[in-house]
């Protein structure tokens, strides 16, 4: 079974910064998607940022809310995708979830998701 585990949420005073974390559990070979989700009580899940491989689609891909703000970015080698977020505001508070929808040593193709990280912003 494919785990992504998502690590760094904690509670950060507004304008602060934190660094997230996504390890899978099995070698990434290729993917179409990977991404940060996010949910805050009472609202659906959105998107947060996004790097696709998929043609004219953009590489990535920000909420309007967190560009310039947060940074999505991967180490292949590591299997580990990471969103740094800066300048936090107590809108940014909601678990976060890491998705990725690729191929998976061992495992083929698959959709999987993270069982999310807290973020409490607050002062």
């Known amino acids: 079974q494919v785990q992504l585990v998502e690590s760094g949420g904690g509670l950060v005073q507004p304008g602060g910064s934190l660094r997230l974390s996504c390890q899978a559990s099995?070698?990434?070979?290729?993917?179409?998607?990977m991404g940060w989700y996010r949910q805050a009580p009472g609202k659906q899940r959105e998107l947060v940022a996004t790097i696709t491989n998929i043609p004219n689609s953009g590489r990535t891909n920000y909420a309007e809310s967190v560009k310039g703000r947060f940074t999505i970015s991967r180490d292949n080698a590591e299997n580990t995708l990471y969103l740094q977020m800066n300048s936090l505001k107590p809108g940014d508070a909601a678990v976060y979830y890491c998705?990725?929808?690729?191929?998976?040593?061992?495992?083929?193709?698959?959709?999987?998701w993270g069982r999310g990280t807290q973020v409490t912003v607050s002062s």
């Open positions: 099995r070698s990434i070979i290729s993917f179409n998607a």
């Open positions: 998705n990725v929808q690729g191929v998976f040593r061992d495992y083929g193709w698959g959709n999987y």
